[in-house]
């Protein structure tokens, strides 16, 4: 059985950084993409950052230039390095991976404040 295990969450202040892992566990096969989402209070959840099997990216417009995501292939690991953060991305992110089957990781916390 697959399972998705996120860390690197936490609080940070404005500015700061944060790099969230995601590990997918299990026999897992034909990777197509590796992503992450993210779901704010009262809002809708909302991709942030994807990874295909070819290595090309694609960011939300919100994170360009200070978002980056990478990927593992040897780890079947995706990263999220997170720089310039600010208070609007505070919310919980969830790690999206796509083969066959659809699997999501169970959420880190986010939080930027001072």
């Known amino acids: 059985q697959v399972q998705l295990v996120e860390s690197g969450g936490g609080l940070v202040q404005p500015g700061g950084s944060l790099r969230l892992s995601c590990a997918a566990s299990?026999?897992?096969?034909?990777?197509?993409?590796m992503g992450w989402y993210r779901q704010a209070p009262g809002k809708q959840r909302e991709l942030v950052a994807r990874?295909?099997?070819?290595?090309?990216?694609m960011y939300a417009d919100s994170v360009k230039g200070r978002f980056t995501i990478s990927r593992d292939n040897a780890k079947n690991t995706v990263y999220l390095q997170m720089n310039s953060l600010k208070s609007e991305d505070t919310a919980v992110y969830y790690c999206?991976?796509?083969?066959?089957?659809?699997?999501w990781g169970q959420g880190t916390q986010v939080t930027v404040s001072s």
């Open positions: 990874i295909v099997s070819g290595g090309n990216t």
């Open positions: 999206h991976v796509v083969t066959y089957i659809v699997y």
């Open positions: 299990g026999t897992i096969f034909n990777i197509q993409s």
